[in-house]
């Protein structure tokens, strides 16, 4: 356990002495939330580990509900303690089964989650940010801007209020993405809280085979979450140039291509899948066939697989999708080459609930987004 988790337990604890400041439980792994309430109220490990299964395995709305702890102890919680950061608002469903989650958090901001149906295999689509700082080019929620980081609580709710929202009209949830709103490491304290809570066997109990953190390539905080996890790793490379990588992705500006491919061949990988490679196909911008050339020279000794994503178009954007044969052409060179690449369906367009769709952006983006894509713009009229 790091100091800073153990400051973080102690704070928690004073707090729910004096009732200072609202202690969200969802913060705390399950070995915190049992030191918590010692440090707290003196009340023996188990307790800890009472209100953990109270809280993920039969996701209590209330602490009334939570029958096997003293009512004086329920008591002082429900004064001081919250069991649900997030506010549920609304759904809104696809066609094809896809479903917005949308929450209320504090500070006004509207978190956004997404499941995704798939034959024995449901996925939640989940937010780590509201906004995002990095600015990518052909994404919706770059034009936010970043308003905030989530708390680990409010990563874990997302989950718990979903599974308990459509679990039982639509099967269970067995996997995770952070792929939603916000770039996961760039919270990644928090991110690799959430993850441990998620992991725990007497709680919610996912797989590590079943949690992906998708990453637009921050190499640091890569590093970290190869040490303390052992969840899959989606890198979305996007492009396989620096020049037209960093002209969609500023990020790239920072942590250029070699050195992101460094990192991940270093990623330790003994205990885990392939790396997943995304890659959001955009015409005329990177989907030649040179590119497909250049992706397996990039990712040649990773072992890896490759992702295409179809832009999904929104208001506003200079990006188109390319032709449905410029992508098959694009599919079929690479699986020629014994390359395991994928297709992603494009899912919940209609809602804006796809890939790179979700938030709600204000009228202008923000300046570092505009800069960029007033220069794609400007490069576009050049070429035409
Ligand atoms: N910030 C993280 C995770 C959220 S974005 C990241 O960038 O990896 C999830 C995925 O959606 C990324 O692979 C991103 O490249 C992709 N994406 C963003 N905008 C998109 C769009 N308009 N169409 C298709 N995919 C998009
Ligand atoms: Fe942020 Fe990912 Fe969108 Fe880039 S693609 S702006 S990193 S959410």
Redesign the pocket.
């Known amino acids: 356990m790091t100091s800073q988790a153990t400051d973080r337990v102690t704070d928690a604890a004073e707090r729910l002495r004096e009732g200072s400041q609202i202690v969200d439980l969802k913060d705390f792994s399950r070995a915190d939330l049992r030191r918590l309430l010692k440090e707290a109220f003196n009340e023996p490990g188990f307790r800890g580990d009472q209100l953990f299964q109270w809280l993920y395995v039969h996701r209590a709305e209330a602490f009334d509900d939570m029958t096997n702890l003293s009512k004086s102890l329920r008591a002082k919680l429900q004064d001081k303690a919250r069991i649900s950061p997030l506010e549920f608002k609304d759904t809104h469903e696809s066609p094809d089964g896809t479903t917005k989650l949308t929450f209320g958090c504090d500070g006004g901001g509207v978190v956004e989650t997404v499941y995704i149906p798939a034959e024995g295999r449901n996925t939640l689509c989940i937010s780590s940010q509201v906004g995002?700082?990095?600015?990518?080019t052909?994404?919706y929620?770059?034009k936010m801007g970043l308003t905030r980081h989530l708390k680990t609580a409010e990563i874990v709710d997302q989950v718990v209020q979903a599974r308990r929202l459509m679990t039982e009209r639509n099967g269970h949830i067995g996997n995770i993405v952070f792929m939603g709103?916000?770039?996961p490491l760039h919270n990644v304290d928090n991110v690799i809280n959430a993850i441990h809570v998620l992991l725990d066997e007497d709680g919610l109990n996912f797989s590590r085979r079943k949690i992906t953190v998708s990453t637009?390539g921050m190499v640091p905080a890569i590093r970290r979450l190869g040490e303390e996890t052992d969840v899959q790793l989606a890198i979305?490379l996007n492009a396989t140039t620096d020049k037209t990588r960093s002209e969609i992705?500023p990020?790239n500006d920072r942590w250029g291509l070699d050195e992101l491919m460094e990192a991940l061949r270093e990623f330790p990988l003994d205990n885990r899948e392939r790396i997943t490679f995304e890659y959001v196909l955009l015409k005329d911008v990177n989907d030649t066939l040179d590119d497909a050339q250049r992706i397996i020279d990039l990712t040649r000794d990773i072992p890896s697989k490759i992702n295409l994503i179809p832009f999904n178009p929104h208001p506003r954007t200079p990006f188109k999708t390319p032709s449905e044969e410029r992508m098959a052409a694009f599919t079929k060179y690479l699986s020629d080459r014994n390359v395991s690449v994928y297709r992603r369906r494009t899912r919940g367009q209609e809602e804006m609930a796809a890939c790179?769709q979700l938030g709600k952006p204000g009228e202008k983006e923000p300046p570092h987004v505009r800069r960029k894509l007033a220069k794609f713009r400007d490069d576009q009229a050049a070429n035409a």
């Open positions: 995002c700082a990095l600015g990518c052909f994404c929620t770059a709103m916000g770039e637009s979305s992705m990020i790179g």
